[in-house]
């Protein structure tokens, strides 16, 4: 499977693809609320400012995915990895950033993930 970031607008020599795609609207060129409240709730260096500027509705999806670990991160691999072959990619500072991002969800998802029945007895008793 080739691995290769991937930009997710329409390429003209894909047609195949265009009439799946929603048409764009006019709310897609800038953050929405709930975006703007995630990145602030995001530590400085994690936040993906350049990908905010360039591609808002890409941003707005993210922020919008990020409550749920495992969805946001199938977004981010979606974003991060081209299953179709010849994609154009983002530009490598988002390309960063989109990888700081999934890192980030990794060490979050890790801390939010519930102890289960054995690591709970062998915290308690000492043994882990």
Partial sequence: MPVSPIE???EP???GWQPQR????????????AT??????????RRPLRLCVDHPRVANRIAWCWSDPQLVDQVLDD?????????RGFAPAIVR??????????QHRVEMQPEGL??????IVGLG
Avoid at 22 to 33: I, K, M, S, V, Y
Avoid at 36 to 45: E, F, G, H, K, V
Avoid at 97 to 106: F, Q, T
Wanted: net charge positive; aromatic share 6%; hydrophobic share 25%.
């Fill in 97 to 106: 950033e989109l990888r700081r991002l999934r890192e980030y969800n990794d």
């Fill in 13 to 15: 020599d894909d047609p």
């Fill in 118 to 123: 054995w690591q709970a007895v062998t915290r």
């Fill in 79 to 87: 974003l991060l990895v081209d299953r179709r072959g010849g994609r």
């Fill in 22 to 33: 929603r048409p764009p609207r006019e709310r897609d060129q800038a953050l929405n609320g």
């Fill in 36 to 45: 703007r409240r995630w990145l602030r709730a995001l530590p400085p260096r």
């Fill in 8 to 10: 997710p607008n329409d």
